[in-house]
């Protein structure tokens, strides 16, 4: 059973005198099988917990604890977090020129599965995650995520997840810019994925995922802290209320 | 209109102003001027002054498609020199210092079923050689041209590519000398009517290199695609210079240079230079020079020069970015799983690999991709 634990997570960006602290005292536990959602306003630092731990040199945690099933996460490369087990699906993804989807999805699968799969299986075992999410087969031979759109690039993000079966996934707004259609699309694997034995902390501004993808656990997030837990229910009255009340809770500590 | 010109006359440009089979016509240069003041001349061992002793050893073997023929010819044969007019001292020296040249010929209609190859091997830095090569496709006939540099040299040549009607040529040009070698080059293409020409200059070893690949358009309807790859490392000049001169209406250019940099003092020089003259309507030109910088200590200088001098074009563009490894690159390959390493050399095969994916003589094609391995390894083993 895997579990990602935060603790008292302070991160900061910049240097010296421009440093500006972001978080300001995370504590969270995501366990296998349970889905957590983050949500709160923008500039929240909803992204910069996600970028932390997931190691982006642009953060510095400037104190607190991130371990996964006990490790210290924070004393590994980016590229070690990814082979112990964390995912981080990106709300910008970027483009690799040159470098094909296929090309890159059998190299991250090779270094998180500790060996190369043989090319038949895996060549199959990329068709059937690309039907599952609908994306046409041509993509393989595409440079990554160069001209897709943004409702493409979010499926590429979830067809690397089903890949990499990680421990616990972060998905970073996985659901903006996405249509109706899409974001069916995307939840259905976000769900098929959490129903496995892993953990999933689903960052997002908007309820609207959370008709498809359905949270054990929902967090409100302001200036730079959790402020609020609760069930599914809490979602609901974020819909209808804002984050208003929040925001002004976080302004005041 | 204030920009009329006939093509006689001269662009406004202030390069490639002139052209001369003699010597004596061109100034020995001193480094200032606009066509040598990224070269390091101290280092071209007198190619440019005429202080190089004439005694180096380059050595010509050819493996010709049996639809084409391969001669050695001596300085008066009436094919040489006829489609290229040299455009600076150091190609005037070449043309006046060679004792023998190279003459292929693709015969009318002929398409050859093979690559032809001409190895060029240097045995000796020491001392200076000279060549000239004369590549001419007869219309309506097809054909590739390797031209594989290598071992130790200081060698100036001029290249010419005549290129008929309705005929095409690929060339592959491959800079793969020992770490001690200069080269100075020119290579010109002359293309008739409807003719498509493909250049791939792949350049990776020697001390100084400066190619300068140029296309001329005797009739409209011509192609041409210049392709460029270079993996610069501590020490090396690199040096590109490109001269794209649309004189006749609608024809086409490309021109796609990346390289990638590495070490102390690597150093790596692209310009390109497109002209489109007045008579030139419905030119369509578009070129590209990218740079990789994968080291501190690395120099590029990157100067794209596009000249109009007519409102009638069916586009005309350049861009040049030179930059370091994107750490956002790097990020997104390293957060699934991927160490360090192997994203950096993901980012640099992709980056070059689309150039070298269209190279159509698959022997080259692996040897450049193994040598760009090479390359990275030898970055990754700091």
């Known amino acids: ?253 | 209109m204030g920009l009329e010109t006939r093509s006689d006359q001269r662009p406004l440009s202030t390069l490639h102003d002139r052209s001369s089979y003699d010597l004596g016509d061109f100034e020995v240069p001193a480094g200032r001027e606009e066509e040598w003041r990224f070269t390091p001349l101290r280092r071209l061992r007198g190619l440019h002054n005429g202080t190089a002793e004439p005694h180096g050893k380059v050595l010509v073997e050819a493996d010709a498609a049996p639809e084409v023929t391969v001669e050695s010819v001596g300085r008066d044969d009436a094919r040489i020199g006829k489609s290229y007019v040299p455009a600076d001292r150091v190609s005037a020296q070449a043309w006046n210092s060679f004792t023998q040249a190279t003459v292929v010929t693709v015969p009318k209609e002929a398409v050859a079923s093979a690559p032809t190859i001409l190895r060029v091997r240097g045995e000796d830095a020491s001392s200076a050689a000279y060549g000239h090569t004369t590549v001419v496709v007869e219309p309506f006939a097809e054909a590739t041209v390797v031209l594989a540099h290598r071992g130790s040299a200081t060698y100036a040549d001029n290249v010419e590519f005549v290129v008929g009607d309705g005929a095409r040529l690929s060339v592959i040009s491959l800079q793969d000398w020992a770490h001690d070698s200069v080269h100075v080059s020119h290579q010109h293409a002359r293309l008739g009517r409807d003719a498509r020409f493909v250049s791939h200059n792949i350049s990776l070893g020697g001390d100084v290199v400066r190619i300068s690949p140029s296309v001329a358009y005797d009739r409209p309807g011509g192609d041409a695609e210049l392709y460029g790859v270079y993996f610069v490392d501590g020490g090396q000049h690199l040096e590109h210079r490109l001269l794209v001169d649309h004189a006749v209406p609608n024809c086409r250019s490309r021109v796609d240079y990346r390289g990638a940099l590495q070490d102390q003092d690597a150093h790596a020089v692209w310009i390109g230079d497109v002209i489109i003259r007045a008579e030139a309507e419905g030119t369509d030109t578009y070129e590209l020079n990218r740079n990789l910088v994968l080291t501190d200590g690395t120099r590029v200088d990157s100067v794209p020069n596009l000249e109009i001098l007519t409102g009638e074009v069916a586009g005309a563009g350049h861009a040049s970015a030179s930059g370091r490894l994107d750490d956002e690159h790097l990020f997104y390959l390293q957060a699934r799983g991927i160490s360090f390493d192997e994203a950096r050399r993901m980012v640099v095969r992709g980056f070059l690999g689309q150039l070298i994916e269209r190279i159509e003589v698959a022997e080259v094609r692996d040897k450049v991709i193994e040598a760009i391995e090479e390359e990275l390894d030898r970055g990754a083993a700091r």
Do not use: W
């Open chain 1, 1 to 253: 059973m895997a579990t990602l634990e935060i603790r008292d997570l302070h991160v900061s960006v910049g240097d010296g005198a421009d440093a500006t602290e972001i978080l300001r005292g995370v504590d969270l536990t995501v366990q296998a099988g349970e889905t957590h959602a983050i949500m709160g306003p923008n500039g929240s630092g909803k992204s910069t917990l996600a970028y932390a731990i997931a190691g982006h040199p642009k953060y510095e945690v400037t104190s607190g604890s991130v371990t996964l099933d006990g490790e210290d996460v924070l004393a590994m490369s980016v590229d070690e977090r990814a082979r112990a087990g964390l995912f981080l699906a990106m709300q910008y993804p970027v483009e690799v020129p040159g470098v094909s989807v296929s090309n890159f999805l059998r190299s991250a699968v090779t270094a998180v599965r500790g060996e190369a799969p043989k090319l038949r299986e895996f060549s199959k075992e990329m068709k059937q995650a690309m039907d599952a999410l609908a994306i046409d087969p041509a993509f393989a031979q595409r440079s990554l995520n160069e001209g897709f759109s943004g409702g493409e690039k979010k499926r590429h993000e979830i067809l690397q997840l089903e890949m990499l079966r990680p421990k616990v996934a972060i998905l970073d707004e996985t659901d903006s810019g996405l249509d109706v259609d899409a974001l069916k699309v995307v939840s259905e694997g976000i769900t098929r994925f959490a129903s496995g034995d892993t953990g999933v902390l689903l960052i997002t501004h908007y309820t609207r995922i959370l008709r498809y993808v359905k949270p054990d656990f929902v967090h409100v997030f302001s200036a730079g802290r959790l402020v609020a837990e609760g069930g599914p229910e809490l979602a609901d009255e974020l819909e209808e209320e804002g984050y208003e009340k929040y925001t002004k809770a976080g302004a005041s500590l």
